[in-house]
C-alpha cells in the first residue's frame, strides 16, 4: 500500500522519541550496560547501590563524560548514513542476487495480472482481501526498475525506480535537473523534502545501531534476538522513508518543473510528446551547455 505523505509512521510524539533515544545510541549503549550487569550476575539494586555510593561530583562527572562519549560516536556514525543506505540499495552485493529478485518481481507481476483479470471480468468480484493485495502490487510494481536497471534489494529497487521517473515522464534527467530545481522550490517543500531525506537516513542510523548490538553477544546471546528485530523493523521503516522521500522529489518535478523551464528561459512544451523532447534537451544542455546559434532561449 502506499505510504501516507500526511503522516509518517515515524512522527507520533512516543515514536519520535524512540527514534531520538535509538538513533543517538543511547539505547544501545543501555543495552550494553544491562548485558554486562546480567553477565556479571549484578541486578538493578546492585547498580542503585553504586550509584548512592558514589559522590555527586564523581558521579556528575562521570554522566557527563558518558554523553560526551555517546554524542561523538553518533556524530561520527551519522557521517555513514548514506553510505549505509548505498549497502542497503545493493550496490555492493553479488550480481546473482538480482536474478533471484527478479523471480519475486515476475511472481509479483503474474499475481498482479490475474487479479487484474478478475477484477477487470468483474464475476466474481475481488474480495476485500484480494483488493487490498490488488492495490499493494499495484503500487509495488509501478516502482520496479526496467530490467537492465535493477539492483539486489527492494529498498535498491525502490530508489532507482525514483530517480528515473522524471525521465520516464518529462525526458528530465534527475541527476542533472535536481540541483537547478532544487533550488527554485518553496521553502515549505524544501521543508518537507528535507524532513523526509533526515527520516530515510534516521532510519539508516537506527539499522546500524541494531547491527552494531550484536557486539553485546559476548555478555549475552539474547543481543542476536534484540539486534536482528531491530534490524528488520529498522529496514521495514526505510522501505517507508524511502517511498515517502522519492513520492515528495517525484511531485517536484510534476508541479515544478515548468519553473525550471522558465527560470532557464527555455521554451515550455505545449504537449506530453514535445515535453518529453524538450527535457531531453533541456537536461543535454544543462550538462554540455551548446554552441548552436539555432537554439533560441525566450
Not at 28 to 55: K, R, V
Not at 182 to 189: A, Q
Not at 195 to 213: D, V
Request: hydrophobic share 45%; proline share 4%.
Amino acid at each position: 500500500m502506499a505510504p501516507d505523505l500526511s503522516e509518517n509512521s515515524m512522527n507520533s510524539p512516543i515514536d519520535k522519541g524512540i527514534t531520538i533515544l535509538i538513533k543517538s545510541g543511547v539505547l544501545f549503549w543501555l543495552g550494553g550496560l544491562i548485558a554486562w550487569l546480567y553477565h556479571h550476575g549484578y541486578g538493578p539494586i546492585d547498580l542503585i547501590e553504586l550509584i548512592n555510593s558514589t559522590s555527586k561530583s564523581v558521579l556528575i562527572v562521570t554522566i557527563l563524560s558518558i554523553i560526551i562519549i555517546i554524542a561523538i560516536i553518533s556524530s561520527i556514525l551519522s557521517r555513514f548514513d548514506t553510505v549505509i543506505i548505498r549497502i542497503l540499495e545493493g550496490y555492493y552485493l553479488p550480481k546473482w542476487i538480482i536474478k533471484w529478485q527478479n523471480k519475486i518481481i515476475e511472481r509479483k507481476q503474474q499475481r498482479f495480472q490475474e487479479l487484474a483479470q478478475k477484477n477487470y471480468k468483474g464475476l466474481p468480484p475481488l474480495s476485500r482481501s484480494e483488493f487490498a493485495e490488488y492495490a499493494d502490487l499495484d503500487w509495488q510494481l509501478m516502482y520496479i526498475p526496467k530490467l537492465e536497471q535493477r539492483l539486489p534489494t527492494r529498498l535498491g529497487n525502490l530508489l532507482r525506480a525514483i530517480e528515473s521517473r522524471p525521465g520516464e515522464k518529462y525526458g528530465l534527467n534527475i541527476f542533472i535537473c535536481w540541483p537547478r530545481l532544487w533550488l527554485i522550490l518553496p521553502e515549505s517543500v524544501k521543508t518537507e523534502l528535507t524532513t523526509a531525506r533526515a527520516n530515510l537516513e534516521a532510519t539508516a542510523r537506527i539499522w546500524l545501531w541494531g547491527l552494531l548490538f550484536l557486539v553485546w553477544t559476548i555478555y549475552s546471546y539474547w543481543a542476536i534476538a534484540i539486534s536482528i528485530i531491530t534490524i528488520i523493523l529498522a529496514y521495514r521503516w526505510m522501505l517507508q522513508a524511502a517511498a515517502t522521500y522519492g513520492q515528495l522529489i517525484e511531485s517536484s518535478f510534476d508541479l515544478y518543473r515548468h519553473e525550471l523551464y522558465k527560470q532557464l528561459r527555455w521554451k515550455l512544451p505545449s504537449n506530453a510528446a514535445e515535453e518529453k523532447q524538450q527535457g531531453k534537451d533541456l537536461t543535454s544542455y544543462l550538462w554540455r551547455g551548446s554552441e548552436d546559434d539555432k537554439l533560441k532561449l525566450i
